[in-house]
């Protein structure tokens, strides 16, 4: 076996918490059980793997091997890397009739025709899911198992998930083979980045919680009702109420997508004083708002019935998700387009 | 030292030191006795006044306190008069109309109970809509064979040109398409057509579904299919006498409105042993 490969099944399985690297063996499959019946999981990682390789050079593990390995830690702890979103555009009204052998073919044939030194390796799983994983080398070097970019397409979407590499110059070809394999003529980046995956699809497949309002019956909802005292009277019932309903309305009553922060950035005009003399010169005054947050929509969610803000929300702060965007740019009212605003 | 005592008694503890103040010197002229004496004579005043200070407090305290539970014992007498009134208000009501024919209240809560009860049914039609705020919510849902599976919403604008506000459609349906041909024009056949989608969609899904749990053991492998369900590939194996036969079939439904496959194609790759020397396979296609 490969040292290369050796080396590079080693430091994925170092990657693995030490609790879950026999399950995500099984799911590689590529060593049997009785195998990994002789390995003992409680020793430290450091001879876990070992004992690994050792297995893997039995079974002579080749680069694919250790490529499918690799798609699998990325599959389970997808949450380590930022996903960006990207969305292709098609004229044709045809029916597309996906066929998962096809697109492996034309995108490996287009790849591979502008640059020769890449190993590319692909992984279906059940919810119509294809997993890429491109290992990047240059025209004059062999593939650097190191450095990889990772892709999801769902089959019959135009949306891409990228998670972005360090040779962003590679990203042209790229988009270029995913067009072509896909039967789309172009492809653009959007702006929406998070570390989860599955709530980046959830946003752009709206799997994502909605209120919609309708006679059909619905199984009514548990609130979480503490033990009424009846000496406490709530003067304020009624904006609790309709805080609740508000909040309700606009962002759902399901879970929301897991998003990281959002980003706006203002190019507006300063707006003072005419006789405080400041900023007098017409330039727009160029500020960045960022806001962070381990589950911002949540946190968002939770500002109004909390007390720290109006309820409804900024509407910045609110479309998010419907407009599927985590990076805006606010520019001065001119006339009626949705993505400006005003500064106060 | 007692407080409230003023005048002119000096204390024992004082007495000593008047008196040596006295024998120290007949420096200190009588004015600083006097002094002394008034110092503490407003000594005891302070006193005096701060303890009637205090036991106004606590005497207002304790008036506040009787007028809180003076209140409060008045305020559930009303209560209580208030849900009396009621009570015999609906009393009156119920004692005086006939159990035979229902009060005109009665009536019209029995009448709102049967429209929602019809609302509700009518989502079981497939199609039905909400008027809301800014426009109407539609509900599509969809069924196969008996099963009810998903329910899709569609939010929509009315003013100033019907659009969709938001849905919950899956992104491979092509709705953008039917929305450019049919919204503006005949929103009755938009959503007849959007719904023939969502219906045949759900059924595929739902027969690829079954076929993989019903027929887990007689397939090979998992099924191919796509977001649509509109390919399927699968193998299964046909066992004849010692032989087992694989076979490949491969469905394409080239109507998206429907749950049938409009091309299949079934494969046979077997070895014959008289022509493995001359042809690897034979195939079959049957279209």
Known sequence: ????????????????????????????????????????????????????????????AGVKQAAVLDIIYNHIYSNKRVWSVYQMNK??????????????????????????????????????????????????????QYKTSYVVYHSQTP????????????????????????????????????????????IVFKRYSQNFQSYYPRPIQERNVGPENSRIIQENRNEKERIQRVNSEVFGDGPQPKLEFARYKLETMFKSDPQMNVLNKKEPFRCLVKFSSPHLLESLKSLAPVGMADAPLSPLLTCIPHKARNYFKIKEKKGVSPRSFVSP | MEPGRGGLTPDFSLAGEWRGKMEEGKAYSPHGVFAHLEMLEARAHEADVKEEEAKQQEEKLARLKARVQELTLQRDELQAKVDLQQKRQLEKEGVASDPAQPSAQAVLEWKIKRVKAMLQVFCLTGISGKLTKQGVCFCISTAYEGTYLDSYY????????????????????????????????????????????LNAYAARKYQADQLQEHFSDQIEGTLQTNSLCNLLVFNYNVPNKSKTFPFNVRLLYGDLCSSIPTKVTVSCTWISPLCSALAPHSKKALE
Not at chain 1, 35 to 55: A, P
Not at chain 1, 104 to 110: I, S, V
């Open chain 2, 154 to 197: 569609l939010d929509l604008l009315t003013k100033p040109e019907v659009r969709i506000l938001r849905h919950s459609i899956p992104i491979f349906i092509p709705l953008e398409q039917l929305a450019k041909k049919y919204l503006q024009t005949d929103i009755r056949r938009f959503l007849s057509v959007l719904s023939n989608h």
């Open chain 1, 91 to 144: 004229t044709g009204e045809e029916t597309d009739f996906f066929d998962v052998t096809d697109f492996k073919k034309k995108f490996k044939r287009r790849l591979q025709s502008a640059l020769t030194n890449v190993t590319i390796n692909f992984r279906e799983y059940e919810d119509n899911a294809i997993w890429i994983r491109i290992a990047w080398g240059t025209p004059y070097t062999k593939p650097n």
């Open chain 1, 159 to 202: 949306y891409v998930f990228i998670s972005v590499s360090v040779l962003k110059r590679n990203l042209p070809l790229l988009c270029q083979a995913l067009v072509a394999a896909s039967n789309y003529h172009d492809i653009h980046e959007m702006e929406l980045r998070s570390h989860s995956l599955n709530s980046l699809k959830d």
């Open chain 1, 1 to 60: 076996m490969d040292e290369i490969v050796a080396e590079y099944i080693r430091r994925t399985v170092l990657k693995i918490p030490r609790d879950e690297i026999k399950t995500v063996l099984q799911k590689w499959g590529f060593l049997s059980e009785a195998q990994l019946q002789t390995i003992n999981f409680c020793q430290i990682k450091e001879n876990i793997s070992q004992d690994v390789v050792q297995l893997c050079e039995e079974n002579s």
